[in-house]
């Protein structure tokens, strides 16, 4: 086995290991608070997460993917780097602090004012563990970023939900957040036992410019339209109808990113060390979106069409209006799985002004579906605004994208094509099987789940998938490296 399939496998598993219980551990969090903190102190927390959200996307200016990119990175361009963020944090930290009242104002909503404050502080700490975070990445150390991400996860939650038990409603939110950061932050630091030296070198500046600037230009971009949404809901339908929204989209995202965004963590570093060979890339990333399709395209259509069952056991009775957004969002979601994919190949072989080009054209065609959606048809008429344009948007991103390692688009899509078919088999078979059945609401949720997996797998092993012959091949090569 090459040392770079090693890599990729490794990091693969652990991700697939701190994925599933990340999100098993996160989806008991949630609902626990879900049924001790009121939807409108969600709301809160979301009109300030999306308000100081795009200063997240500058806090490093890109420099932190550019020393994952690189192949070799000296001591001093880590030290650079890391007083660059410390300062970069700093003044994050005054710009939304002394910003609070004007959001406040902006969405109507006086108690904004001090969550503001007290949440500005997070760029700073934030800025401190950055370069500690990417040195993991970069070694591709996934096993300790799996460790970390449990303790902080389970700590984070537990004092969270200690605090909403006794009434203090949106700080316990607050507390989660601060908890997790400096245990993420720490952690980190104990495991990487790397410390800056005083230098801040302008001849690494220029390079990490380069590459960083059409990244942050990129990052800006899909930052507003993955937001814009947001920003509507919460101006013109106010802090309840956001928490709803907000609650749907998260809850679709949380396998999303609990797939993809830790593999593309893996992907990324991994596509880095191997850049110069385009077919090595290519044969991998079809391999892993795949994959990826095998998991996520079953997930998400069960979400979808078990959508009352889930919102009910996860956030509990009052939130029965996500119902149906997350309904129609869990689709949207098989799209988002696997075109998260696509920014590590840009990253990797450094075309990141070219990420940029393509991403001013699909992020277009979002915002144009969630404006027009919302004029016509509202809350649900933005969803579906909102998915059709990342429909419309997502091949000619896969056209572009697999041009750069010499693969067409008709390759790309047939590639996870069969896997979308026999999802679509299994979801008419259970839809048909079940439409006249009455069953109790857990029992009901339970037989569909069970046996939608369980026809899904008899088809995949019936007609022998690329996907399903790669996962068998992966555990065998993890259990024989063991």
Known sequence: MSSIKKVIIGGFFWSIVNQLSITLIGLVITGVLARLISPADFGLLAMVTLAIGFLNVLKDFGFGAALIQKKEVSDDEYSTVFWINLIIGCFLTLIVFFSAPFIASFFKESKLENVTKILSFTFIINSIGIVWNNKLLKDVAFK???????????????????????????????????????????????????????????????????????????????????????????????????????????????????????????????????????????????????IIAFVAFPVMVCLSMLSEPVILIVYGENWRPVIPIFQVLSILGMLQALGTLSGNIYLSLGQTKKM???????????????????????????????????????????????????????????????????????????????????????????????????????????????????????????????
């Open 144 to 290: 300790q970023i799996f460790y970390r991400s449990i303790i902080s996860t389970i700590i984070s939650g537990v004092c969270a939900i200690i605090l909403a038990f006794y009434k203090y409603g949106i700080l316990a939110l607050i507390a989660q957040t601060y908890i997790a950061l400096i245990l993420n932050t720490y952690l980190n630091y104990l495991h990487v036992k790397w410390v800056p030296n005083r230098s801040i070198k302008k001849v690494y500046i220029k390079d990490l410019i380069k590459f960083g600037l059409p990244l942050l230009a990129d990052q800006s971009i899909n930052y507003w339209v993955r937001n814009i949404d947001n920003l509507l809901v919460g101006r013109t339908l106010g802090k309840d109808t956001l928490a709803y929204y907000n609650k749907a989209y998260s809850l679709m995202l949380l396998p999303v990113r609990q797939l993809t965004g830790t593999l593309a963590k893996v992907l990324f570093p991994s596509f880095s060390l191997i850049q110069d060979n385009k077919e090595q890339i290519a044969n991998i990333y079809l391999k892993i979106s795949r």
């Open 356 to 482: 940029f080009k393509i991403g001013l054209l699909s992020r277009g065609l979002m915002i144009f579906g969630i404006v027009f959606g919302l004029h016509l048809g509202g809350l649900m008429g933005m969803v579906y605004g909102y998915c059709i344009g990342s429909a419309c948007a997502f091949f000619p991103e896969l056209h572009v994208m697999g041009r750069l390692i010499n693969l067409n688009l008709k390759t790309i899509v047939f590639n996870f094509a069969p896997y979308l078919l026999l999802v679509s088999i299994c979801f008419l078979v259970i839809k048909f099987t079940f439409a006249k059945i009455q069953l109790n609401f857990i029992l009901g949720f339970s037989i569909q789940l069970t046996v939608f997996a369980i026809l899904y797998l008899l088809l995949n092993v019936l007609f022998k998938t690329k996907a399903y012959k790669d996962i068998l091949s992966m555990l065998t090569s993890i259990k024989l490296k063991n």
